[in-house]
């Protein structure tokens, strides 16, 4: 049973940063594609960024990049997402998700394991 397990949310002031975690557990996650969603208020879940588990490739949404770092720990069996110069804009709650299906990385509906999500809140 693959389990995903958020933390690193919070309250943070515009311009701050923060470091998600998400760690994962329950099968080998070679060949997994592992990726960051969010989901503000009222809004549609939308894709962050995603990984390749194995090769450490890298996928970004365009508007994001530069402010935005995924990276993962083998080791540790870990996926991060470095945030910078945060907006309030950012205001969401973080989902990571794990596929194994080749599919374009930003599809929502390919993912069939998440986790339960964690907050971030971006004050002005």
């Known amino acids: 049973q693959v389990q995903l397990v958020e933390s690193g949310g919070g309250l943070v002031q515009a311009g701050g940063s923060l470091r998600l975690s998400c760690a994962a557990s329950?099968?080998?996650?070679?060949?997994?594609?592992m990726g960051w969603f969010r989901q503000a208020p009222g809004k549609e879940r939308e894709p962050v960024a995603a990984i390749n588990w194995s090769g450490g490739s890298t996928e970004y949404t365009d508007s994001l990049k530069g402010r935005f770092t995924i990276s993962r720990d083998i080791t540790k069996n870990t996926m991060y997402l470095q945030v910078d110069s945060l907006e309030p804009e950012d205001t969401a709650v973080y989902y990571c998700?794990?596929?194994?299906?080749?599919?374009?990385?930003?599809?929502?509906?390919?993912?069939?394991?998440w986790g339960q999500g964690t907050q971030v809140t971006v004050s002005s």
């Open positions: 329950g099968r080998p996650f070679s060949g997994y594609i």
């Open positions: 998700a794990a596929k194994s299906v080749r599919s374009s990385w930003y599809l929502v509906a390919a993912y069939p394991y």
